[in-house]
């Protein structure tokens, strides 16, 4: 039968009053609601409507393989050097690692490194050379978790920046994507985004300054500030993975970033600095070196301070790629473009427009074919529309143009299931049944059809959102929430104004 409980009754009319209270800030200007705490916020536009930064970027996964096949050239150094077996050379050549050994010395060079490097491939193209290969799973597996960290690091990057509404998502396999409403010239995010950031402290090799001829075991790169070359150590005393903290500051007059280590990187900190009183150690930043101090005597405390800063914007941008995390590989910048916020304006105000025609077009529909359940149906929408927008605003969505698109199709969506309980009223009361029993029947019978047809409609705009990226989840977004209110609307609101009205008095005659 068509009536409602007192429960059902109080349910309604809080949710009705909850939408208007979370859309409300979507009717009020930025200059209000900025007041407003953070979990009462209108819906944050889109880079297509508010203007901002588009970055397409491109993680180098050639550069990830290249430092895992250093990776392995190192261990295996280790393990010959453990195993105390003489080696002649170890190189990095044709996508693999080779060892040359004494012949003598070769079955066993393979059992040390083996043993450590369990995982890899091993063949031996001549009698005194091993050959070791990384198969293609463990090199994919290593991509893959690069692309997810270099994800992860490119959010924290940019959320310590201060960006507001930020879209930060994956594209195919190695591409992400970074939109920045509001932010005009992305140059300065860009260069922190682009930066590696991967910082380790190397000992100075005392005596040597030739990069022609280099000792085992080192390397050569530039020092920043006066470009010279220095010869370091390829060991890392400490990485900067075992920094927790950095900030900008100012030391004897000129912009520093004070560090401070874990509890296991200030150990190994404490014991470099211990063990070596008198010597250099190389602050290494993407392969230069950004500072090399003498150490004059054990820092045990776990921390320690970087010079050589031009200013404290320079400063304070490395203590945020220090505390964000190191890239794991580098990322190229495959598409750049800049939207301006008068186009964003267009957008907003040719969106608009559309919606408002559409939703008058259905406003006189819906009157002239159904007369008083019509203005029913036409309030139904109106609250469809609130509940959507308050939907958005708790669910932190963000509105886009293909999203207002989305938003224009819901009302469609929502008027159809109106015209299949009325039309299907209409005939339950043609058919002979009274007004009550054809109400009630319109609904009940109804209910079947729209509920199939909008959880198909949902499940596709579901796929959409999860497959999808950029416009597509924005227009799936809007239109699956839709959906959820439009039905609401229709079967609960809709039919709580008929039984209202079939309670107001004495009704006969079905005026549809």
Partial sequence: ????????????LAVVLGAVFFALPNALPGS???KFPHWWQPVALGLDLRGGSYLLLEVDTSAVFKEQLTDVEEQARGALRDAKIRYRNIRTAEGSVFVTTEPGDRAAARTAIAKLLNNMEFDTPGDDRIRITVPDRIKREREIAAVGQSLEI?????????????SIQLQGRDRIIVELPGVGDP???????GQTAKLTFHLIEPGANNPADLPPGTMALPEKQTGQTLIVRRRVEVSGERLKDAQPSFQN???VVNFRFDTVGGKQFAATTSNNVGQRLAVVLDGQVITSPSIRSPIVGGSGYIDGMADINVAKDLALLLRAGALPAPLNVIEERSVGPGLGTDSIRAGSTAAIVGGLLVVVFMVLAYHTFGMFAVFGQVFHMITLFATLSIVGGTLTLPGIAGVVLSLGIAVDANVLIYE???EEFQSGRTLLSALTAGFQNAFATIFDSNITTFIAAA???????GPVKGFA????????TSMFSAVMVTRFQVWLWWRAGKRETLPV
């Fill in 1 to 12: 039968m068509l009536q409602f409980s007192f429960s059902k009754i109080i349910f309604i």
């Fill in 463 to 469: 796929i959409l959102y999860f497959l999808g990226s």
């Fill in 424 to 426: 299907r009223m209409r």
């Fill in 253 to 255: 007059g000129g912009a």
């Fill in 187 to 193: 140059t300065r995010i860009k260069n922190l985004i």
């Fill in 32 to 34: 209000i609601t900025s």
């Fill in 154 to 166: 490119i959010r924290r990057r940019i959320d310590e920046f201060g960006t507001s509404e930020p």
């Fill in 477 to 484: 977004l809007t239109l699956a929430v839709g959906i959820a």
